[in-house]
């Protein structure tokens, strides 16, 4: 069964730091990886779609790596800011049956000015 | 577009009464989503939706839990009796992906009913 871990749970860093976020997963069978961000009281929205036969993506200050054979990704935020400051999750969509997204359970992140 | 659009934002309900949440899909999508989401658990997937016929409901805790979609702009996620450890945020999504596909497109996400059974 496919399993996806966070870690940290929450991380609080000062205004300008860059950042990494963690993220792995057991079953390497996998058709992307995606990442999202949920703020308080809201929806997820998503960040970057990383597919199975890519490293990396970039998107502005953001930018995700994926190295399946290893079960790892990693969320990169450079100069990071107050607006940042949110739930990131990251979620697997896993082949054979298709059964959708699994979801890590994030990393709370509060970046202060 | 409106996104995806979930009602009601937020429930009170007894022990024993039946709550329905609603969810419309964004138009031209073919999939859609119910997730559940806990301190505890996080996000679980309950059930999934493909041209309006569920595909996988494996994740739905049980009986009293049932969901459907009779047309592609609207589905509903019925819990029948509630119960207090049914208290959560409940999430519809939904993508123009299909089953299975490599392209992946993104997953569009409502913003979650929140759901309190006393």
């Known amino acids: 069964k496919q399993e996806v871990t966070q870690i940290p749970a929450a991380l609080s860093v000062p205004e300008g730091e860059n950042l990494v976020l963690n993220c792995s997963f057991t079953?390497?069978?996998?058709?992307?990886l995606q990442w999202f961000r949920q703020d308080p009281g809201k929806g997820l929205t998503s960040l970057l779609l990383?597919?199975?036969?890519?490293r990396e993506q970039t998107s502005g200050r953001l930018n995700a790596s994926l190295d399946k054979s290893s079960g790892r990704s990693t969320l990169y935020i450079a100069a990071s800011q107050p607006g940042d400051s949110a739930t990131y999750l990251c979620?697997?969509?896993?082949?054979?049956?298709?059964?959708?997204?699994?979801f890590g359970k994030g990393t709370t992140l509060s970046v202060s000015s | 577009d409106a996104g995806v659009i979930q009602s009601p934002r937020h429930e009170v309900t007894e022990m024993g009464q039946e709550v329905t949440l609603r969810c419309k899909p964004i138009?031209?999508?073919?999939?859609l989503f119910w997730y559940r989401q806990t301190m505890m658990r996080g996000l679980e997937l309950l059930i999934y939706?493909?041209?309006?016929?569920?595909?996988?409901d494996s994740g739905m805790p049980e009986d009293r839990f049932s969901a459907k979609m009779p047309n592609a702009s609207f589905s509903t996620l019925k819990i029948q009796p509630s119960e207090p450890r049914d208290s959560a945020v409940y999430f519809c999504?939904?993508?123009?992906?299909?089953?299975?596909?490599?392209?992946?497109?993104?997953?569009?996400f409502g913003e979650g009913s929140w759901l309190t059974v006393v």
């Open positions: 138009s031209g999508h073919n999939s």
């Open positions: 939706f493909n041209n309006n016929v569920p595909i996988d």
């Open positions: 999504a939904s993508t123009s992906a299909g089953w299975v596909s490599p392209s992946g497109n993104t997953i569009y």
């Open positions: 079953d390497s069978a996998i058709y992307n």
């Open positions: 990383i597919q199975s036969s890519q």
């Open positions: 979620a697997v969509m896993i082949g054979q049956a298709g059964t959708a997204l699994i």
